[in-house]
């Protein structure tokens, strides 16, 4: 039996887990920034064209490729998942996972012929934290369904829900049945609690930050990475600096210590971002306890310039969720 893996960009050690001759990843990270356009999307997944960049067709995330099938690269994912018996999808609990799953199966749905092939593997733990000869020892105990008419309309309904330009039709989606994907309402739940608190302005990464630091957490790593402690699940730590920084760099911070030199590193020169995190000291400003202790509004002092699934968050246009 011939058998192809897709997975997300945490699922990289299945290529060593000899479990497949191809394992495919996906490149996006729905859960920061503005969603890519339906275009870019068609072209992601589409045979490839000649103008295309590097990392914008499906074929550029596959790990290890094969010489023997190499030149099928170009084709669209659905036409190379054709040659296989098996097509399996690993994706784990985590909110960037479910997200990169439901787009998928929306785009998969189209795909009639390819149907019986297709197979959901129910990953309950982390991939990101597990190496390849564990889950190929673990993987005839992940329980595996097919893919039917219920698992793609709860895929659709979802996707279309996240791309809103609100995130009430996400919301709904909480009062109908999800349990074609059993993985999907918890990554929900943590996506919402991103939004704005109706009293803080602030989601519950923003406001874990603020409670760790005034339990004395004052390095930077603890914040990235006491995940245990933080108990929010949705960002990685890229994102998680973007955070930190609207917190410590605004016109009226919430959190003192940041390395200054923050203000103007490029973004994508991640060593040197990273280096100065690393030496920053952290602490709660005044302010920073006001809003902890819901007496202030972070989003009545600071501006606010983000995007939630298809949602972009202004000081004019914010959309809170919670308990007010």
């Not at 394992?23 to 503005?34: C, D, L, R």
């Not at 550029?60 to 690269?73: E, H, L, Q």
Request: aromatic share 8%; proline share 5%; hydrophobic share 40%.
């Amino acid at each position: 039996m011939k058998r192809l893996i897709l997975t997300s960009s945490s699922g990289s050690e299945l290529a060593r887990s000899g479990l497949a001759e191809l394992v495919i990843s996906s490149s996006f990270h729905f859960e920061w920034g503005p969603l890519p356009s339906p275009e870019k999307l068609v072209a992601y997944f589409a045979a490839r064209s000649a103008n295309l960049g590097p990392g914008d067709h499906w074929s550029d995330w596959a790990i290890r490729w094969p010489k023997s099938i190499k030149d099928r690269k170009d084709l669209s994912l659905a036409d190379f998942c054709e040659q296989y018996d098996v097509v399996e999808l690993w994706f784990d609990p985590a909110p960037r996972d479910q997200l990169q799953l439901v787009c998928l199966l929306d785009h998969l749905s189209s795909c009639s012929s390819l149907v019986p092939k297709l197979r959901l593997r129910l990953v309950s733990s982390e991939l990101t934290t597990a190496h390849g000869e564990d889950l190929a020892a673990s993987e005839p105990h992940i329980h595996v369904v097919p893919i039917r008419a219920q698992e793609f309309e709860t895929a659709r309904l979802a996707w279309s829900a996240y791309r809103a330009m609100t995130p009430e039709a996400c919301v709904d989606l909480l009062h109908q049945d999800l349990s074609a994907l059993l993985m999907l309402r918890p990554a929900l739940l943590d996506l919402l609690a991103e939004l704005p608190s109706p009293s803080t302005g602030l989601g519950a990464t923003e406001m874990r930050f603020l409670e760790m630091l005034a339990r004395g957490f004052a390095n930077t790593g603890s914040l990235f990475h006491l995940r245990s402690h933080r108990r929010t699940f949705v960002f990685g730590e890229t994102e998680l600096g973007r955070l930190l920084d609207g917190l410590a760099l605004g016109p009226r911070p919430a959190v003192a210590g940041l390395d200054d030199e923050l203000r103007t590193i490029d973004r994508e020169n991640h060593r040197d971002r990273h280096a100065a995190y690393v030496r920053s000291r952290l602490s709660l400003t005044e302010f920073g306890e006001a809003v902890l202790a819901h007496q202030e509004d972070f989003s009545r002092h600071t501006p606010i310039d983000r995007w939630w699934g298809g949602t972009h968050l202004t000081n004019d246009r914010l959309w809170r969720y919670g308990h007010v």
